[in-house]
C-alpha cells in the first residue's frame, strides 16, 4: 500500500488569492489523481498528473484555474488559483501503484474555505 | 458514461446488527470496484477492491461482491460496531473511477 502525506490539512482563504496544495506519497507510483469533493457531495476527479508532463483534465476543469505539476514519482502539486466562495471544497490527491487495475489510495484530504 | 447509485443514501442500525451496502453501475465493462471508508472531513480509506474477474472479497467483518453482469455491488459488514459510523463509497474503475454519492452509516450503541 502507499501513504499519502497532503499539505495543508486545511486553510481559510481570501477571495481572488491562490493556494499550492501538495501531495507526498512514500513510495513511487505510476497514476497520481486530484478529486473534489464539494459539502456534502461525493468525489469529482480534476485531473490526472502526468509525471513529467501537463496533467490531463477531465471535462468542466481548466489548466488555468487548477494547476498541476508531478515533477517524479511521488510527489504532486495542485493550484487553486483566482478562488472564489464555490472553490469551498476537499482537495483530495489520490494514488495508484501498477497497472490500472491497482488499487486507489488516498491521502487526508485539504479542506479549503474561501471567504 | 458510468453512472454509479448507493442505496440507501443513509442507514441507522443498532449495534450488533448486520449492515447491507449496494451500489450498482451501468456499464460492465469495468477492471475492477473499490469500497472506501470515509470520516467526516477525512481522506478516504481503502477497505476492499473486488477485481473483474473475481466474484467476492473479505476482510475480516467485511465481505463485498460483485455481479459485473448485472452492474451489482454490495457490502456486507458483520456484527456492526459504533466504530463502523462512517460514510461507506464505491467506486467503478473502467480506467476512470466513478464514485458513487455513498452510504451514510450510523450504528447506535
Known amino acids: 500500500s502507499a501513504v499519502i502525506s497532503q499539505k495543508p490539512s486545511r486553510d481559510i482563504c481570501q477571495r481572488g488569492t491562490s493556494l499550492t496544495i501538495q501531495c507526498q506519497v512514500d513510495s513511487q507510483v505510476t497514476m497520481m489523481f486530484w478529486y473534489r469533493q464539494q459539502p456534502g457531495q461525493s468525489l469529482t476527479l480534476i485531473a490526472t498528473?502526468?509525471?513529467?508532463?501537463?496533467?490531463?483534465?477531465e471535462s468542466g476543469f481548466v489548466i488555468d484555474k487548477f494547476p498541476i505539476s508531478r515533477p517524479n514519482l511521488t510527489f504532486s502539486t495542485l493550484t487553486v488559483s483566482n478562488m472564489s466562495p464555490e472553490d469551498s471544497s476537499i482537495y483530495l490527491c489520490?494514488?495508484?501503484?501498477?497497472?490500472?487495475?491497482?488499487?486507489?489510495?488516498f491521502g487526508e484530504g485539504s479542506r479549503l474555505t474561501v471567504l | 458514461k458510468q453512472e454509479v447509485t448507493q442505496i440507501p443514501a443513509a442507514l441507522s442500525v443498532p449495534e450488533g446488527e448486520n449492515l447491507v451496502l449496494n451500489c450498482s453501475f451501468t456499464d460492465s465493462a469495468i477492471y475492477n470496484l473499490q469500497w472506501f471508508r470515509q470520516d467526516p472531513g477525512k481522506g478516504l480509506t481503502s477497505l476492499l477492491l473486488i477485481q473483474s474477474s473475481q466474484r467476492e472479497q473479505t476482510s475480516g467483518r467485511l465481505n463485498a461482491s460483485l455481479d459485473k453482469s448485472s452492474g451489482r455491488s454490495t457490502l456486507y459488514i458483520a456484527a456492526s460496531q459504533p466504530g463502523d459510523s462512517a460514510t461507506y463509497l464505491c467506486a467503478v474503475n473502467d480506467y476512470k473511477l466513478s464514485f458513487g454519492a455513498g452510504t451514510t452509516v450510523t450504528v447506535r450503541a
Open positions: 498528473a502526468n509525471q513529467g508532463s501537463e496533467a490531463t483534465y
Open positions: 489520490s494514488a495508484k501503484q501498477g497497472a490500472n487495475t491497482g488499487e486507489l489510495f
